[in-house]
């Protein structure tokens, strides 16, 4: 570790979306400082757990079984009246594949990063952003009471939902309650569940969101729920759902939980701007977790990767402006902006149907073979079951 703070990129943040962007700047040339205010990386655990396999190769991560808790065939999604939609691996969006020790999962990627050359500092806050002439040129931190500048060149700002880098440096981050979807969730062990299967319920068991079980194990699972902010009166109101979900459904009743934690997530359109001179966003502090499912863990690494290569260009170039960064905005939104856009307008749709609109929904999907047809097929399906149904999504077509 250097004695004088001064680093081509400073990291704030050491989730998915900070060690992948520190570490493919290292890997790039960059001299780089990840920081992060936890005292552990990864722990405590506030995630469903659940990836999709596909996406891992984009980030160039082997699939490893010190992180790996179970791999599942796919999703079985849930209407309120007990009708079962399944969906393969390959079909069943982000959260889908495998579900893993997120704890590991994040000390891996940082590992990675590590052996890159990256420098690390926990237990480290950053505390403000350094301006010269109006453009960001590091941040203020703070580490066991200790307040201390560290320069950079280029400040990527990687502190997940609760996200102030961005905030700091005027880039517009703010979410509507619509927009948030707080989660309760309990590690359960001694219950029921079909552990080849990861579990959607949704309904009004979950105003504006859905209750999750990803089996970990066999009688072992990640149990959550996510609500829509807007549509619920107090802070104690996911346990409260999710407690009573548990009760009505014994499969679950009869276990017992070994760990419970709350945490948001932000289900939004894509932002309009997510860098500036000598600064970017990236993973949940950008808004790119997918507004359907809630799930971040990927893009976080996907954008990752195109944000530590960007800034080990920038460096190398010597050209930290946001004219040179916007590569970074343009290359993340290639790769999913279209998408995270539609599965914003989705979730805007499915969070107001009845139960017994998603009653008829599923239970005209699942006389279908979901595997082998497109989603037009799928709305056709609906189509010609229930034709008013199928106006609710015409946008979507
Ligand atoms: C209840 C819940 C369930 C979820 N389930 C899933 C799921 O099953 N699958 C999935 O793909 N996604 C899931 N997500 C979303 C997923 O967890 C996020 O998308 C993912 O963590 C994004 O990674 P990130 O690196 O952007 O942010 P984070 O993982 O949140 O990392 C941000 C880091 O920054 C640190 N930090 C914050 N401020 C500062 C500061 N000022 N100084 C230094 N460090 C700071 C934090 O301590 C943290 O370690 C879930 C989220 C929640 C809340």
């Known amino acids: 570790m250097k004695h004088e703070l001064d680093y081509d990129v400073v990291v704030v943040g050491a989730g998915p979306a900070g060690s992948t962007t520190a570490r493919y700047a290292a890997m790039n040339g960059a001299d780089v400082l990840m920081i992060e205010k936890r005292q552990e990386i990864g722990s405590p655990v506030r995630c469903g757990e659940g990836i999709a396999k596909a996406l891992l ?10 992180w790996i808790a179970n791999e599942v065939l796919g999703a079985r999604v849930i209407s309120p009246n007990g009708s079962v939609v399944t969906l393969t691996e390959r079909m069943a969006g982000d959260e889908t594949g495998y579900v893993i020790y997120r704890d590991v999962f994040d000390k891996e990627l940082a590992k990675i990063a590590a052996k890159e050359g990256v420098d690390i500092m926990l237990k480290t806050s950053a505390i403000s952003i350094l301006k010269e002439n109006g453009k960001v040129t590091g941040v203020k931190a703070k580490h066991m009471g200790r307040m201390f500048d560290i320069k950079a060149k280029v400040v990527v700002g990687a502190d997940g939902f609760e996200s ?54 066999q009688g072992e699972a990640n149990v959550g729920i ?36 709350a945490g948001a997530v932000s289900t939004c359109a894509p932002i309009e701007r997510t860098v500036d001179d000598g600064i970017m966003l990236v993973g949940d502090s950008a808004r790119q977790i997918d507004a359907l499912t809630g799930g971040g863990i990927i893009n976080a690494c996907v954008a990752g990767k195109i944000a530590g290569e960007t800034a080990a260009q920038a460096i190398k170039e010597e050209d930290v402006s946001k004219a040179f960064l916007n590569k970074y905005e343009m290359g993340w939104r290639d790769e999913m902006e279209d998408r995270l856009y539609r ?55």
């Open 57 to 66: 190769e984009k980030v160039d991560i082997e699939p490893n079984k010190r």
């Open 343 to 397: 599965n914003w307008i989705a979730k805007e749709k499915l969070a107001e149907l009845s139960d017994d609109t998603l009653n008829k929904l599923i239970d005209a999907i699942s006389t279908y073979k979901v595997e082998t047809i497109t989603t037009l097929e799928i709305l056709r399906a609906v189509q010609s079951k229930y034709p008013e149904l199928v106006k609710e999504f015409e946008e979507m077509l």
């Open 164 to 217: 102030q880098i961005g905030r700091w440096a005027g880039i517009n981050t703010n979410l509507k309650p619509s927009d948030v979807e707080i989660g309760f969730q309990y590690h359960m062990v001694g219950i029921d569940c079909d552990k080849d299967f990861s579990h959607f319920y949704l309904g009004s068991y979950a105003p504006g969101g859905y209750v999750w079980v990803f089996p970990k194990a």
């Open 226 to 261: 996510g609500l829509q902010l807007s549509k619920i009166k107090d802070k104690a109101a996911p346990k409260r759902y999710l407690d009573d979900f548990i009760k009505k459904h014994k499969e679950l009743a009869k276990g017992k939980a070994i760990m419970q934690v």
